[in-house]
């Protein structure tokens, strides 16, 4: 894989000295001084000091780390991971800590960054089991294993392969059996969550002082409730931002929603304003004229968002405060709605830390 970022590089993330990439910039991931086989890296988890990249079954963070910058450290797993096979821990952090989960055994341990103390806890659920149905021959019970995590600073979602979900730290089961079809994805911001169906069903809750759970208030949800807005609308992706939230139908259209005080929404219009339920967004080229091209991937940063069309090119929107747009800040510090960025190819995958966008050449 190759990386291609715009962005904030201020402690040394990407391996380089430049603190910030005002253009996509390919990032070189090769060197002696770097003392390490590079061609199986991947990277798993973006964040605004430190990133976290896996290479076979070793995880790395680059960046800030024990309060010095410019580090390549290889994550020491905790003793008691230790006898787990090195294929069923997954790896993921925040700016506080660094969260290890065990995907078969579904424990989960943290490690705070200003503590040595390493915390332990289990994965546990309130809910009943369905009731087996009589005369009907049971089936061999598939393992349920843990295999996406998600953490923004105090937000902590975990998802199974039988399509549960887990929350918080100790994570508990979140009751689910009221959503339609099976969980497929789940996406976090600072204070909501969203979760994806694979029926194209959205659902969101958490706080929405914001606008940004897109139920047309400002009410704060302890469950997740599906956007009627997007009903009817297959839905086949989904992102969470800082305060605002992507989705992507399956005919190529973009809804947004949620806060858009740095227009990170995208949203043409005389001047910014916060949209409370999922609205469908328009490209314009730099005449003015709309542009009629799907949308195929999509991707949400703290205050901004980036989108991939289907002639391959990058569109981003919103805060640019160190160049994650690919446009020189001082000369456009926000980008009031999406505007093409970047040109690469088709096979890619768009990802963004909170001050940065990524492109991945698979």
């Given at each position: 894989?190759?990386?291609?970022?715009?962005?904030?590089?201020?402690?040394?993330?990407?391996?380089?000295?430049e603190?910030?990439?005002p253009?996509?910039?390919?990032?070189?991931?090769?060197?002696?001084?770097?003392?390490?086989?590079?061609?199986?890296?991947?990277?798993v988890?973006a964040?605004?000091?430190?990133?976290?990249?896996?290479?076979?079954?070793?995880?790395?963070?680059?960046?800030?780390?024990?309060?010095?910058?410019?580090?390549?450290i290889?994550?020491?797993?905790?003793?008691?991971?230790?006898?787990?096979?090195?294929?069923?821990?997954?790896v993921?952090?925040?700016?506080?800590e660094?969260?290890?989960?065990?995907?078969?055994m579904?424990?989960?341990w943290v490690?705070?960054?200003?503590?040595?103390e390493?915390?332990?806890?289990?994965?546990?659920?309130?809910?009943?089991?369905?009731?087996?149905?009589?005369?009907?021959?049971k089936?061999?019970?598939?393992?349920?294993?843990?295999?996406?995590?998600v953490?923004?600073?105090?937000?902590?979602?975990?998802?199974?392969?039988?399509?549960n979900?887990?929350?918080?730290?100790?994570?508990?089961?979140?009751d689910?059996?009221?959503?339609?079809g099976?969980?497929?994805?789940?996406?976090?911001?600072?204070?909501?969550?969203?979760?994806?169906?694979?029926?194209?069903?959205?659902?969101?809750?958490?706080?929405g002082?914001?606008?940004?759970?897109?139920?047309?208030?400002?009410?704060n949800l302890?469950?997740?409730a599906?956007l009627?807005?997007?009903?009817?609308?297959?839905?086949?992706?989904i992102?969470?931002?800082?305060?605002?939230?992507?989705a992507?139908?399956e005919?190529?259209?973009?809804?947004?929603?949620?806060?858009?005080?740095?227009?990170q929404?995208?949203?043409?219009?005389q001047?910014?304003?916060?949209?409370?339920?999922?609205?469908?967004?328009?490209?314009?080229?730099?005449?003015?004229e709309?542009?009629?091209?799907?949308?195929?991937?999509?991707?949400?940063?703290?205050?901004?968002?980036?989108?991939?069309?289907?002639d391959?090119?990058?569109?981003?929107?919103?805060?640019?405060?160190?160049g994650?747009?690919?446009?020189?800040?001082?000369?456009?510090?926000v980008v009031n709605?999406?505007?093409k960025?970047?040109?690469?190819?088709k096979?890619?995958?768009?990802?963004?830390?909170?001050?940065?966008?990524?492109?991945?050449?698979?």
């Amino acid at each position: 894989m190759t990386y291609t970022v715009a962005g904030a590089n201020v402690f040394g993330q990407w391996f380089t000295e430049e603190n910030l990439f005002p253009y996509f910039h390919k990032v070189s991931l090769s060197g002696d001084n770097l003392k390490l086989n590079f061609s199986r890296i991947r990277l798993v988890d973006a964040n605004w000091a430190y990133n976290i990249f896996q290479i076979d079954n070793d995880y790395y963070v680059s960046g800030a780390w024990r309060g010095q910058e410019y580090q390549l450290i290889k994550v020491e797993f905790p003793e008691e991971c230790k006898n787990v096979n090195e294929t069923d821990i997954v790896v993921a952090g925040n700016d506080y800590e660094l969260i290890f989960v065990s995907k078969k055994m579904r424990i989960l341990w943290v490690m705070e960054f200003d503590k040595e103390e390493i915390k332990k806890f289990n994965f546990t659920s309130d809910i009943p089991p369905e009731p087996e149905p009589e005369n009907v021959v049971k089936k061999l019970r598939k393992e349920d294993v843990i295999v996406k995590t998600v953490t923004n600073n105090n937000t902590y979602l975990f998802l199974s392969s039988e399509g549960n979900v887990y929350s918080g730290v100790p994570p508990v089961q979140l009751d689910t059996r009221h959503c339609m079809g099976k969980v497929c994805d789940i996406q976090s911001g600072y204070e909501h969550c969203v979760l994806l169906t694979d029926e194209g069903r959205v659902y969101t809750w958490g706080n929405g002082r914001r606008l940004q759970l897109g139920h047309g208030d400002i009410s704060n949800l302890e469950s997740p409730a599906q956007l009627e807005a997007l009903a009817g609308i297959g839905i086949i992706k989904i992102s969470a931002g800082g305060w605002h939230s992507l989705a992507l139908s399956e005919f190529g259209d973009l809804y947004a929603w949620g806060w858009n005080d740095t227009a990170q929404l995208g949203i043409k219009s005389q001047s910014p304003k916060s949209y409370s339920v999922p609205t469908l967004v328009d490209f314009f080229d730099e005449n003015g004229e709309e542009v009629s091209l799907n949308v195929k991937d999509i991707a949400c940063g703290s205050k901004h968002s980036a989108v991939l069309l289907e002639d391959g090119t990058i569109w981003t929107t919103g805060l640019n405060k160190y160049g994650q747009l690919g446009f020189p800040p001082e000369m456009e510090p926000v980008v009031n709605c999406f505007k093409k960025s970047f040109q690469c190819s088709k096979n890619i995958k768009l990802k963004c830390g909170p001050w940065s966008t990524i492109v991945i050449n698979k």
